[in-house]
Structure formats: structure tokens, C-alpha cells
Nanobody, 126 residues
Framework: QVQLVESGGGLVQAGGSLRLSCAAS????????ASWFRQAPGKERRFVAY????????YYADFVKGRFTISRDNAKNTVYLQMNSLKPEDTAVYYC???????????????????WGQGTQVTVSS
């Protein structure tokens, strides 16, 4: 049974940092693209960051560019999201997702992903 377990969320003050982890089990995702999405209260889930299978190709939503970094350790079957200079508007539930392909062009589309984590809450206080 495949499971994606996110961790690392919590409450942080504006300007602070958090590192989210997404640990996969049940199968290997070392050759699959992965992304992070987030959903703020009352809003639709939206794309945050993308990594191809190797981590050498990444892409970020404009609202996190320069502040967030996606990375992965394929040996550990884990994807990370380092979040720096957090703002109150970054408050959301963060989800990781893996795709059935090694790389995506439409990485912002939720339909491109077949495995999702349960989400981890990030709350940024002002």
C-alpha cells in the first residue's frame, strides 16, 4: 500500500522558516516527478513547487519564488520543501504529490498526479 506522509508543519512567526518533508512508502518514487501544493482556508488548492525525478529541474509559483526550495532525496524516497521568509499569506495546508511520469510540462495541473499526501498545516502568525 502506497503512503505519502507529510511532516514538518506547524506554527511560525512571520519571517521564520519551516522545512516540510514528504516520505513515501510502499513503492519507489525515485524516477517520478513530484510537487507541492497548498490550500488556504476557503480557497482552492494551488500549485507551489515542482521537481522532476532527479531534482535538477524545478519550478516555483511566483508567490514563493526566491523564498521556497524544493529538493528530494531519492535514496530516502522523500521530497522536501524548505520555506524561508514566511508570510501570513503562506498559511495553508500543504500537500505533496507524485506523478506517474519522470517529468511534467503541465506540473500545475492536479490531474497530472496520482499519489497525494494527507497534508500538513502551516500557520504563519503576523
Amino acid at each position: 500500500q502506497v503512503q505519502l506522509v507529510e511532516s514538518g508543519g506547524g506554527l511560525v512567526q512571520a519571517g521564520g522558516s519551516l522545512r516540510l518533508s514528504c516520505a513515501a512508502s510502499g513503492r519507489s518514487f525515485d524516477n517520478k516527478a513530484a510537487s507541492w501544493f497548498r490550500q488556504a482556508p476557503g480557497k482552492e488548492r494551488r500549485f507551489v513547487a515542482y521537481s522532476n525525478w532527479s531534482g535538477r529541474s524545478t519550478y516555483y509559483a511566483d508567490f514563493v519564488k526566491g523564498r521556497f526550495t524544493i529538493s528530494r532525496d531519492n535514496a530516502k524516497n522523500t521530497v522536501y520543501l524548505q520555506m524561508n521568509s514566511l508570510k501570513p499569506e503562506d498559511t495553508a495546508v500543504y500537500y505533496c504529490a507524485f506523478a506517474p511520469k519522470s517529468a511534467l510540462s503541465d506540473f500545475g495541473l492536479e490531474s497530472e498526479y496520482d499519489y497525494w499526501g494527507q497534508g500538513t498545516q502551516v500557520t504563519v502568525s503576523s
